[in-house]
């Protein structure tokens, strides 16, 4: 299942390309909306998320099910930042075409903490 959410607390579930297209030209500086996509069979967390930034540009970041595969971009066409939303919503394979990502993954990772000796004397 397809659900789209906003900063605002606005939710639609299966939303169509119209409402995905109205959220982000809805959004202000400052306003973020997700496309997540929901499914028993698939584990992990499956997003792509837009940010409209204060210099009006549109940061866009996808997560292919785990923190390691968290992907960031920018842009200033709000164009391309819509043709990306409705192209993952559809599932269209060649969404990402047309941006430079860059894995930003690792700012999710757990950090592994190293045992250290603490003996007594």
């Known amino acids: 299942m397809l659900i789209a959410t906003n900063n ?18 809805d959004l202000r500086r400052g ?5 997540e996509r929901q499914d028993e069979d698939r584990e992990g967390d499956w997003y792509v998320q837009v940010l409209f930034r204060d210099d009006d540009t549109y940061q866009l970041e996808y997560r292919d099910g785990v923190a390691t595969e968290h992907y960031q971009t920018l842009t200033a066409s ?9 192209d993952w919503a559809a599932g269209e394979p060649d969404w990402r075409n047309g941006f430079t990502w ?6 999710f990772a757990t950090p592994i903490v190293e045992a250290t000796d603490q003996s007594t004397l």
Do not use: F
């Open 78 to 86: 709000p164009e391309k930042a819509s043709q990306a939303l409705l």
């Open 102 to 107: 860059n894995n930003i993954g690792a700012m």
């Open 8 to 25: 605002r607390g606005h939710v639609v579930q299966h939303p169509s390309k119209p409402a995905i297209a109205t959220m982000l030209a």
């Open 31 to 35: 306003d973020h909306m997700l496309l």
